[in-house]
Structures are given as C-alpha cells and as structure tokens.
C-alpha cells in the first residue's frame, strides 16, 4: 500500500518516505505518540471493534502464518532471570505462541552462537570463582545486585541465582 | 532443552548457505554497523564474527514472502526477533526501507501485535504481559 501510493501521489517528489515514518511511527515525539494514540483510539479501534468485536478476523488474517525466528541476544535474556528484558520477553513470547498462535523458531546456528559465551564463562569459572564468592558475599551483605559489580552479564546472572553456592559453578544451558 | 520447550520454540535445521561474494560483502556491512553503533555509544564492541548473523539475514530474506496486500506493516510473514540495535544502521548501510527489514525489536513486536489482544484482554480485566 505505501509503494502503491508513494507511486500514485509521487511522495518521494514533496518528502523523504524513510523520514517521515521514522518521524511519526519509529521516533515520535511525546506528544506527537499522544496524538496518534487518541487519533487511532477513536478512528481505528472503536470502529475495528464495532466491525469485529471478537478480533478473530484480524487475528487471523493479519497474524495468522507469522513465523518469529528467535536471535541468540534474545535467548540470552530468556535464560538471564535478571537480565532487564527478561520478563518483558518471557511474557512476550508465550503471548505470542499461546494467543496470537504466531510460530517461533530457532536456528540450530543460534543456539551455537548462545553456547559460545556460555562455554566461555564455564571454561573461566575457576579463574573467577574467588572473585564471584567475593561478590556474592557482599552482594548478601548490603543487599546488592550482582550486576552492579560484574561486567560479564553471564556471571551476574550466576551469581544472583546461586549467593548460597558460588563453588558448584556451570552456568546453565540452555 | 526446557527453556525452548517452555515458550515451544522448535529448533530450525535447515541449510543456510550464503554464496562466498554475497557472504562476504554481508558480513562486511555488519561489522561496519557495529562500528557505527558502537561510535555512538550504544554497544561495547565491534562484532568480531558476523558469520551467524550473516546467514541469518541472507536466510530470512531468501525464505520470506510478502502478503499480496502487505500494509505498512508486519507485511512479510517471517521476521528475526532481536534485541541488536545495530542492525538498524545495517539497513541503513544496504539502504534496505524501513518497510522491508527482515528483523523487528521486541517493543515494536508488542507494539504491531498486541493492540488487539490488549483490546481483548482489556474487556476481560486480564492484561497479556501484566
């Protein structure tokens, strides 16, 4: 639709299509969002609603057959408790399977790419464990968070998961 | 393996062979746009070995298929789900639209999906990610 009215009314004569959607839909400002949320409320949502209330035709045409392929960064933050996107895209994603149907998948090569830090962090963890128990210990001390002291998000995630048990070490696979 | 079962993502096996030329020129614009996010502040390091994300791309935008009546958004009906902010400036680098990119962040994901399931959920008094 945008390439057939970009031909039909010759946009790209009065304006730059990229900037204009990045201005308005990828980067809009506070109030410009505010506008555009009351201005779709009431011209798009309400009528939609009038027109389908159940949704079902929508979900199924606009969503229906959607395959989401899951990158490595992602898996990280699904295996990462305290990773600041976790719960945003655990819930995320089981709305996404369980309610829009919209199938997810991952490549065998992203999971290697996953383990690759992952086999890393195992392969230094005796060389760190001093310095996790250290942390831990602290971290217990003044009720802190681990990744306030640790740099590699890996070993935070260990550390705040296991502040009782530095010394059985493996961070988990996934 | 129970993470993946827990969300039921399948493991994907299939080929992702990426012509020598074409693989190497991909990687090429991938390291660029780490550099360049990196210069402005928004990641750590230059990425070392695309390759992954490289197969990645060449995979997705070989096996995707846009709808007959795509609309400005979520018109394909495959997308890599991620969180690297440099692949924005990737798209940037092989001048691909905003409207075409093979990849959508997880904020933009919620934002194109769940209106109606908020909408839905909104009539229950249940929220889908509360």
Same mark, same amino acid.
């Given at each position: 639709?945008?390439?057939?009215?970009? %031909? !039909? *009314?010759?946009?790209? %004569?009065?304006?730059?299509?990229?900037?204009?959607? !990045?201005?308005?839909? $990828?980067?809009?400002?506070?109030?410009?969002?505010? /506008?555009?949320?009351?201005?779709?409320?009431?011209?798009? =949502?309400?009528?939609?609603?009038?027109?389908?209330?159940?949704?079902? /035709?929508?979900?199924?045409?606009?969503?229906?057959?959607? =395959?989401?392929?899951?990158?490595?960064?992602?898996?990280?933050?699904?295996?990462?408790?305290?990773?600041?996107?976790?719960?945003?895209?655990?819930?995320?994603?089981?709305?996404? !399977?369980?309610?829009?149907?919209?199938?997810?998948? $991952?490549?065998?090569?992203?999971? +290697?790419?996953?383990?690759?830090?992952?086999?890393?962090?195992?392969?230094?963890?005796?060389? /760190? #464990?001093?310095?996790? #128990?250290?942390?831990?210990?602290?971290?217990?001390?003044?009720?802190? #968070?681990?990744?306030? *002291?640790?740099?590699? +998000?890996?070993?935070?995630? *260990?550390? +705040?998961?296991?502040?009782?048990?530095?010394?059985?070490?493996?961070?988990?696979?996934? | 393996?129970?993470?993946?079962?827990?969300?039921?993502?399948?493991?994907?096996?299939?080929?992702?062979?990426?012509?020598?030329?074409?693989?190497?020129?991909?990687?090429?614009?991938?390291?660029?746009?780490?550099?360049?996010?990196?210069?402005?502040?928004?990641?750590?390091?230059?990425?070392?070995?695309?390759?992954?994300?490289?197969?990645?791309?060449?995979?997705?935008?070989?096996?995707?298929?846009?709808?007959?009546?795509?609309?400005?958004?979520?018109?394909?009906?495959?997308?890599?789900?991620?969180?690297?902010?440099?692949?924005?400036?990737? @798209?940037?680098?092989?001048?691909?639209?905003?409207?075409?990119?093979?990849?959508?962040?997880?904020?933009?994901?919620?934002?194109?999906?769940?209106?109606?399931?908020?909408?839905?959920? @909104?009539?229950?008094?249940?929220?889908?990610?509360?």
């Amino acid at each position: 639709m945008v390439a057939e009215c970009t %031909k !039909r *009314y010759t946009i790209d %004569k009065f304006l730059d299509v990229d900037e204009f959607i !990045r201005r308005t839909l $990828v980067r809009p400002t506070e109030v410009l969002s505010e /506008y555009l949320h009351r201005l779709i409320q009431v011209n798009v =949502i309400m009528p939609i609603l009038s027109w389908d209330p159940d949704l079902a /035709y929508l979900q199924n045409n606009i969503l229906s057959g959607k =395959i989401l392929h899951i990158d490595s960064n992602v898996l990280f933050s699904l295996m990462q408790t305290t990773h600041p996107q976790h719960q945003f895209l655990s819930n995320l994603l089981r709305a996404t !399977r369980n309610d829009l149907g919209v199938q997810l998948l $991952v490549h065998e090569k992203t999971i +290697s790419e996953y383990h690759q830090p992952i086999e890393w962090a195992n392969e230094q963890f005796d060389h /760190y #464990r001093s310095r996790l #128990r250290d942390v831990a210990e602290t971290c217990k001390r003044h009720n802190e #968070r681990p990744a306030d *002291y640790l740099e590699e +998000s890996v070993f935070a995630d *260990y550390v +705040s998961n296991n502040l009782d048990h530095i010394d059985q070490g493996t961070c988990r696979n996934i | 393996m129970g993470t993946l079962k827990t969300f039921s993502i399948r493991v994907d096996k299939t080929s992702v062979y990426v012509p020598k030329d074409e693989f190497e020129a991909i990687k090429d614009a991938l390291v660029r746009a780490s550099k360049l996010q990196m210069d402005r502040g928004k990641r750590s390091y230059v990425k070392i070995d695309p390759a992954h994300d490289a197969q990645m791309y060449y995979w997705i935008t070989s096996a995707r298929r846009k709808r007959d009546d795509g609309g400005i958004s979520l018109g394909y009906d495959r997308y890599l789900l991620t969180l690297d902010g440099s692949l924005t400036q990737f @798209a940037n680098l092989l001048r691909i639209p905003l409207t075409e990119t093979f990849f959508i962040y997880p904020n933009q994901w919620y934002e194109l999906a769940f209106p109606f399931l908020r909408i839905r959920r @909104a009539r229950t008094r249940v929220s889908p990610l509360a």
